[in-house]
Each structure stands twice: as C-alpha cells, then as structure tokens.
C-alpha cells in the first residue's frame, strides 16, 4: 500500500544513516540503480548525496554536491510512457526547487541551505522544516502540483524537456530506432563561453543510451557525471554552481533524444 512517510519516521531513518552517504558517480541503471559495470577511461568527481527521493510515479530525484568541483547536482530519472521529470524551473534555486518538490513532513539537508547566494533571502518555508545533518531519504511521495505539475505527466521518446535550449536531437518517428545520432559534444564555449549550469536530459528509445557531464578547470575537462540510462528510461540533470567552461557527451546511438543548454 502506497504511503508517506511521517516527519517521524524519516527522522528515525535519519539517524542510522551515516552523514552525507556519497553514491559513487560510475554509471548505473537509472531504473533501478543496479550496476551497470564501471567505465575506468576516465575519473569522476565524487557525489555526495544530500537527499533520495522516490514518488507514487516512480520519479527518483537525487540532491547532491560535488566533491571535488563543490558544484552542486539535481539528478531526474524515470520512465518512458509512465512519468515525466518534477523539476522544470531551472531559474530556481536547488533549495527551492527542493523545497517545492518535497512536503513539509520530509526534513531539509542542512547542506542545501548554503547554496543559494549570499544576500538571498530564505524562503518562508524553511521555518517550517527540520533541518538534516545526514543524507534525506523519502520514498513513496505524493507527485507534487506546484507549478502546474500534473501526476498524469509522461514523457514519449519525442518530447523534449527544455525549451529554450541550445540543442535538441530527435530520434526517428514512428520508429525511434530508425535514426542514428552519432557521438556529440556540446561546449559551452559554443554558446558564449564560462556559464553557471549544465542542464541535459537523455532519453532512450533505442537500446542504449550514456550520459557524461564534464566541467573545466585549469585547463582540464573533468567529469562529475557518468550514467547508463536504461532502454526506455529517461534522465534529467543539472549540475553547476559557478562560471566555469563545461561539456556533455553523448555516445552515438540510434533512437535517443538529445537536449540540453547552458545557462548563467
């Protein structure tokens, strides 16, 4: 039976969980997050995860902050057909959008609360909310309806998910598998160099599908994403917090969508 947990309860998960349980970056199956094998061509940064939220829709929503870069991550997975990402305002903070996305029973990671600006004024509703020092974990939330978000919400493998944006690929219609998208890189350097945010979203309709964000610094690329998204899955990510030259990488394959910008 469906249910959410009381702010009681997830206290009580709260405090057997070690603080801030980090998810080790190498890629994973995003519909059940098993392993998929480990890519060892390149590092990753470190996640730390902050909070892991499951919704009635079967949305996963992972919080996170970088180890190694301090950029902070949202990630969004789900399925096609079945659900659509929660998160859409990409101009809000990570705390607001955790804010929206979470009712006032789940407590907030202290963490987050040092991420919006200095000078940014906190949001009301954070008086009322508990404050967690340890990784969130919620499952079983109710889809919330801020923002027009509707629990009937689904994603085909022709949608996109942002729009502005600085690139969209479509796979073939009506059969997905009939395009090929060859490998692509997407710099930010193309669309006006240093910026805040990476925003991609990676949909597969086609069998295979990996998804890899990378940020620069001193002169080096380094990556702070790298996943595996399921056949017939979708993924959602924004990783970022200041200006900094950036790139997503897509292996080439056939039947996937492709769309992303860069923002700030």
């Known amino acids: 039976m469906a249910r959410v947990l009381s702010g009681r309860a997830l206290l009580a998960v709260l405090v057997v969980l070690p603080p801030l349980t980090a998810w080790n970056a190498a890629p994973v199956s995003a519909a059940g997050g098993s392993s998929s ?4 061509d390149e590092p990753v940064d470190r996640e730390i995860e902050l909070a892991r939220l499951g919704y009635q829709n079967g949305v996963r929503v992972v919080f996170s902050r970088d180890e190694e870069s301090g950029d902070w991550g949202l990630r969004q997975d789900g399925e096609m057909g079945r659900n659509a990402p929660l998160a859409y305002d990409e101009k809000q903070s990570m705390l607001a959008t955790y804010l929206t996305l979470t009712p006032r029973s789940v407590p907030v990671p202290r963490a ?3 991420e919006p600006p200095a000078g940014t004024p ?3 509703e954070l008086a009322y909310r508990t404050i967690a020092t340890s990784l969130v974990v919620a499952d079983d939330l109710a889809v919330p309806t801020a923002g027009g978000m509707s629990t009937a919400a689904v994603m085909t493998c022709w949608d996109l998910y942002w729009n502005s944006y600085n690139w969209a690929e479509l796979p073939g219609y009506p059969n997905p598998g009939s395009v090929w998208h060859p490998a692509k890189t997407y710099y930010s350097s193309s669309y006006g160099g240093m910026k805040m945010y990476s925003y991609s979203y990676l949909a597969n309709c086609g069998g295979y599908a990996r998804h890899r964000i990378y940020y620069k610094s001193f002169g080096d690329y380094y990556k702070h994403h790298d996943y ?3 056949s017939f899955h ?23 969508t492709r769309n992303g910008k860069y923002t700030g």
């Open 37 to 40: 094998g480990v890519y060892d």
């Open 228 to 230: 595996e998204v399921a």
């Open 122 to 124: 906190t949001p009301p």
């Open 112 to 114: 987050l609360l040092s």
């Open 234 to 256: 979708w993924q959602a990510v924004k990783k970022g917090s200041v200006h900094r030259y950036r790139k997503v990488v897509y292996d080439g394959a056939a039947g996937d």
